[in-house]
């Protein structure tokens, strides 16, 4: 029991929490293709290590509904219920006020930032799709002039892909720290009512392995110690003349047998 749900509950949240390492690589990767920042990275260097977050995400949401992690997709639990149908706006709590400052365009609707994650996924890796395989604007910025860099940030937070990816990415990873909530929570409950059930189980074995002890090992062995006890008396009864004298006698207390 305690394999089927709390093991492979465990198992797939840490895989589904991995996505959030992804999608910040993606936002940090996204951005370093516009400042072409040869300082910190060679050519082309942001390019593959972007494409690699992106493939790594969707190796990771196919396995994740696959079941790879846990015999169960998210979908196929409960407990998840609430946020597979028509959730809202997902924030962790004491984050709330994050919702109100959601800024809504072409890209990122109020439809799409309240869908399920699931689709979340799917439309950010649509997007991220077609941001690699779009040709970016190569930019030589001299980060040395303030001019130059007030228009690299300017680039960089009106690029509509950017943009999306950075709003899209708080509204799944809202989602995703809700999940890690409510599993966690179903893990205490469930984890103290299985050690119960364990504890149960291991008395009532126990129990049985005494019962058991006592009629097929205890009842014998005192009853051989009665029979012990009454040749014992025989033995102390019977004069030692007739003793040594009687050879069925001595077969008798030696054998239980007067043959």
Not at 36 to 59: H, M, P, V, W
Not at 99 to 127: A, H
Request: hydrophobic share 35%; proline share 3%.
């Amino acid at each position: 029991i305690f394999n089927s749900e709390c093991r492979s509950l465990m198992n797939i949240l840490v895989h589904s929490s991995k996505r959030a390492y992804y999608l910040n690589s993606i936002n940090l990767y996204s951005s370093e293709m516009i400042m072409n920042d040869k300082k910190y990275f060679s050519e082309g260097e942001a390019l593959r290590l972007i494409t690699d977050c992106g493939n790594e995400l969707q190796k990771l949401e196919s396995n994740i509904k696959s079941g790879k992690y846990g015999g169960k997709s998210l979908t196929e639990y409960s407990i998840f219920d609430g946020l597979n149908e028509n959730p809202g706006c997902v924030r962790p709590k004491g984050f709330e006020k994050q919702c109100e400052l959601r800024q809504f365009n072409e890209f990122y609707t109020k439809e799409l930032s309240e869908s399920p994650v699931d689709y979340m996924i799917v439309e950010y890796l649509n997007k991220f799709n077609e941001f690699i395989n779009n040709e970016v604007e190569n930019h030589n910025y001299n980060q040395n002039k303030s001019s130059d860099i007030l228009q690299m940030l300017t680039d960089i937070s009106t690029n509509p892909y950017i943009k999306l990816f950075h709003d899209l990415s708080e509204d799944i990873i809202g989602h995703i720290e809700q999940i890690n909530e409510l599993g966690t929570t179903y893990l205490i409950k469930y984890a103290h009512f299985y050690s119960n059930i364990s504890l149960i189980y291991h008395f009532i074995c126990s129990v049985f392995i005494v019962v058991t002890f006592y009629i097929f090992v205890t009842r014998n062995f005192k009853k051989q110690l009665r029979v012990m006890d009454q040749l014992t008396n025989i033995i102390f009864i019977i004069p030692p003349n007739l003793y040594n004298l009687s050879p069925k006698i001595k077969n008798f207390i030696f054998n239980g047998k007067l043959n």
